[in-house]
């Protein structure tokens, strides 16, 4: 009912940018937050960056400084710009939303399909 569509990703060289895009689509009467996460072979899932409603935002502690995030409430769109990247940074990149369907409704978090981010030292 909801699609989370990932967009941007692609090999950099370290030290580089990118930007990531993740548009929200089907029924969605209001979105909470949208944020991106991370995960490495071998690793699990953290968190990147998440922007919420009010505009608040929060950053993993190995991105801050280096990674943006931004949205489009207008588009339900959210942005993620990645500067100074770091072969640390590889991983594929997912986008999540917790969105409310219908007014009233329960929040439901979900998934985009991933993007994979690489970085090369």
């Known amino acids: 009912q909801v699609q989370l569509v990932e967009s941007g990703g692609g090999l950099v060289q370290a030290g580089g940018s990118l930007g990531l895009s993740c548009a929200a689509s089907g029924s969605i009467f209001s979105i909470n937050f949208m944020g991106w996460y991370r995960q490495a072979p071998g690793k699990q899932r953290e968190l990147v960056a998440v922007?919420?409603?009010?505009?608040?935002?929060n950053y993993a502690d190995s991105v801050k400084g280096r990674f943006t995030i931004s949205r489009d409430n207008a588009k339900n769109t959210v942005y993620l710009q990645m500067n100074s990247l770091k072969p640390d940074d590889t991983a594929v990149y997912y986008c999540n939303a917790g969105v409310m369907q219908t007014s009233g409704s329960r929040l439901l978090s979900y998934w985009g399909q991933g993007t994979q981010v690489t970085v090369s030292s």
């Open positions: 922007i919420f409603s009010g505009g608040s935002t």
